[in-house]
């Protein structure tokens, strides 16, 4: 294997949806899509609303199957029309944040960010330390013992992404993670992504129909098309880290860009 | 305030009853006093335990039988959609059966003894978990079992985690209208056939045309399924504390 190969490629790839009830046609989310994610990248994907991109990240997460095309890990297939079986979280190498936080609401705040490290059997004291720190990363102490409906939109969207971080797994999908949150309490978790990101860098595949924000957030930046979504156009952004997104607008360069790829989606 | 409610209800209604006692007549109805009596007198003699561990005995075993069987299969039956869908009519079917007429036949093969009422238990328990079993384990979000195997978990932990606690406030409404009909079916399974057990300690009291020992055998089986209801519901209680519910209206 060759140092220069990408860490997650994604070749021609495509989703059928097949045609049922109340729906007449089959319909393709996803076609024709091709690109590949760098070791250790935060890779953002911006496109149009309902453009096929929770699909993509279902095909990576192997929650669902692809139609046609393939993804390699580490230049291994690991989905392709013939892969056989799903293995959602490719053993435990893709970590999933989701729109809407999948906490468990019948369990407190600290067992739903311990229960990954149940589920795998590696719940030992280091552990419970790396998710004390975690939640004290992201302000969360003091309300371990709460269960998720008394928390707030913020607060949970904090314990579904430190839920996955606690696990490590070398790459994250991130399906709009902070969509439905207010103005401030989105910079806040932007700015907490960016510091956890720091501090151990992973490869992250970050979707969201927000432009400011896959310019605050990544490295380079993906435009899709409408379904069937393939990739429109790519760009790198060449913004110094570590990054105040508060204040992001005011960086040379973030507005050109922010236009140039709004005149895509148009 | 609501403690002060309830006894003042509950004094009102001993007295009510006690007062059809004297308006009605002792030989139509037995007023607290007489039943009170009574349930000291069959306490004293061994009768009440002897009875009430009969009932409580066939109630107990058929409501494992049949409630084991009705909690579980559904969570089997989630392993395949395609033979839970073919067996649908079939449950619909044996639901439609009542099970008060089967205990002559029950009987007729099980013979007098405690197995005919477990089997009779059973059957009329089974349905009632069965159905909001299903129903809870079919309720189950998608995208929390998606989340449980990205971390790594087998179908086991599917099962365990999400289906079993998605379904556990369906288990226990199941639980709330079958515990009671534990009771009920042991008891009239006792009607029909049997030297003992509180069905039997009624139906020898109105052999004998003895009021006082037929009210007395109907507040023991009242007072025997209202234990049984208060346990549950603090059991309930336990189980769901996480739904804002539950902790709302302070059950």
């Known amino acids: ?266 | 305030m609501i403690v002060g409610g309830r006894v003042l209800v509950g004094v009102a209604g001993l007295v009510l009853w006690q007062l059809a006692q004297w308006v009605l007549g002792a030989e139509w109805i037995s007023g607290p006093v007489d039943v009170l009596q009574r349930m000291a007198e069959i306490t004293v003699n061994g009768q009440l335990v002897r009875h009430t561990a009969a009932t409580l005995m066939e109630a107990a075993f058929g409501f494992v039988l049949g409630g084991g069987a009705g909690i579980l299969l559904p969570f089997a039956l989630r392993l395949s959609p395609r033979l839970t869908a073919a067996l649908d009519p079939f449950f619909a079917a044996a639901l439609g059966v009542p099970k008060l007429a089967l205990a002559p036949l029950l009987i007729l093969w099980f013979g007098i003894g405690i197995f005919s009422k477990v089997v009779f238990v059973a059957a009329v328990v089974f349905f009632f978990l069965f159905f909001n079993t299903l129903a809870g384990v079919r309720s189950m979000e998608p995208r929390l079992a998606a989340a449980v195997r990205v971390f790594g978990g087998r179908e086991w932990t599917v099962t365990r985690e999400i289906a079993w606690h998605t379904a556990l406030p369906y288990v226990f409404a199941g639980l709330k209208v079958a515990l009671p009909r534990a009771i009920s079916a042991a008891v009239v399974g006792e009607f029909i056939a049997s030297d003992r057990g509180l069905g039997y300690y009624i139906n020898n009291a109105r052999a004998m045309a003895d009021t006082v020992g037929l009210f007395t055998g109907v507040a023991v089986v009242t007072l025997l399924v209202l234990a049984i209801d208060a346990a549950l519901e603090r059991l309930q209680a336990r189980s769901l504390a996480w739904r804002p519910l539950a902790r709302e209206i302070g059950v």
């Open chain 1, 1 to 266: 294997m060759s140092g220069a190969a990408p860490l997650l490629e994604v070749r021609g790839l495509g989703k059928r949806f097949e045609a049922r009830a109340g729906r007449a046609e089959a319909f393709w989310a996803i076609r024709d899509l091709s690109f590949s994610v760098a070791d250790r990248e935060f890779l953002t994907i911006v496109g149009p609303s309902g453009s096929g991109k929770s699909t993509l990240l279902n095909l990576i997460a192997q929650i669902d199957s692809t139609t046609e095309g393939e993804v390699r890990f580490r230049d291994q297939l690991i989905a392709s029309p013939t892969a056989g079986t799903l293995r959602p979280g490719w053993d435990r190498q893709f970590g999933y944040v989701t729109q809407d936080d999948t906490l468990l609401p019948w369990r407190t705040l600290l067992e739903n960010v311990l229960f990954p490290l149940r589920v795998q059997n590696r719940l030992s004291t280091d552990m419970r330390e790396r998710a004390a720190g975690l939640l004290h990363a992201v302000g969360l102490e003091g309300f371990e013992r709460h269960y998720p409906h008394e928390l707030s939109g913020g607060m949970r969207k904090r314990a579904a992404l430190i839920r996955t971080l606690v696990y490590d797994p070398p790459v994250i999908l991130m399906d709009e993670p902070f969509g439905a949150l207010d103005a401030q309490t989105r910079t806040q978790l932007q700015e907490d992504l960016l510091r956890l990101w720091n501090l151990g860098r992973k490869t992250i595949v970050f979707v969201t129909h927000d432009i400011a924000e896959a310019i605050a957030l990544g490295d380079r930046t993906l435009v899709f098309t409408r379904a069937p979504a393939h990739v429109h156009s790519e760009h790198a952004i060449p913004l110094a880290r570590p990054r105040d997104v508060a204040s992001i607008y005011t960086v040379d360069g973030f507005a050109d860009l922010h236009a140039a790829i709004r005149k895509e989606l148009a």
